[in-house]
T-cell receptor
Framework: AQSVSQHNHHVILSEAASLELGCNYSYGGTVNLFWYVQYPGQHLQLLLK??????LVKGIKGFEAEFIKSKFSFNLRKPSVQWSDTAEYFC???????????FGAGTTVTVRA | NAGVTQTPKFQVLKTGQSMTLQCAQD?????MYWYRQDPGMGLRLIYY???????DKGEVPNGYNVSRLNKREFSLRLESAAPSQTSVYFC?????????????FGNGTRLTVT
């Protein structure tokens, strides 16, 4: 069975600081990878996705993620965060021929002005 | 274009009561899903419907039933609510056959069982 592990439960940082959220997965086959963001009181929205090709993926709002196949990782990064990036971030993985998207437990990011 | 619409937004039930959560999507997606979100546990799949006329269990199906009424609608029923079912429920949909088809989520239903 596939599983997703997010390293940090809660991250607190100041505006303009750099952000990196860790994500590791386990799955015995080819996967598609996603990062979703949930702003306070809202539903989940897609931040970025990886299916194939360039392992460095750029998403919305200045976020990017790097797929390292050998490490089964898909870490999310942003060079300079803003207060509006305060949200919960979820890593998710699905097998190429599967229907079941598995989510990590989520990382709450609090950005202080 | 409303996307994925869930009703109700909030609900309080007493233990043993039943209720149905409604979900509809207007994106002509083939597949629909019900997740529950609990603190520190991320989202867990309850049931999904790969296509109209089919439903399958996810990670945590016990205590729930689903109905794929048509291509647009996918409902989740709690026959006898328990406090452990207090959670936020999200419906989602997508085209799983397309490689770049992420899930589109509804706004969620916050359910409290007392």
């Amino acid at each position: 069975a596939q599983s997703v592990s997010q390293h940090n439960h809660h991250v607190i940082l100041s505006e303009a600081a750099s952000l990196e959220l860790g994500c590791n997965y386990s799955y015995g086959g080819t996967v598609n990878l996603f990062w979703y963001v949930q702003y306070p009181g809202q539903h989940l929205q897609l931040l970025l996705k990886y299916f194939s090709g360039d392992p460095l993926v750029k998403g919305i709002k200045g976020f990017e993620a790097e797929f390292i196949k050998s490490k089964f990782s898909f870490n999310l990064r942003k060079p300079s965060v803003q207060w509006s990036d305060t949200a919960e971030y979820f890593c998710a993985v699905i097998g190429r021929n599967d229907y079941k998207l598995s989510f990590g437990a989520g990382t709450t990011v609090t950005v202080r002005a | 274009n409303a996307g994925v619409t869930q009703t109700p937004k909030f609900q309080v039930l007493k233990t043993g009561q039943s209720m149905t959560l409604q979900c509809a999507q207007d994106m002509n997606h083939n597949s629909m899903y019900w997740y529950r979100q609990d603190p520190g546990m991320g989202l867990r799949l309850i049931y999904y419907s790969a296509s109209e006329g089919t439903t399958d269990k996810g990670e945590v199906p016990n205590g729930y039933n689903v109905s794929r009424l048509n291509k647009r609608e996918f409902s989740l029923r709690l026959e006898s609510a328990a406090p452990s079912q207090t959670s936020v429920y999200f419906c989602a949909s997508n085209y799983p056959g397309q490689r770049d088809s992420p899930l589109h989520f509804g706004n969620g239903t916050r359910l409290t069982v007392t």
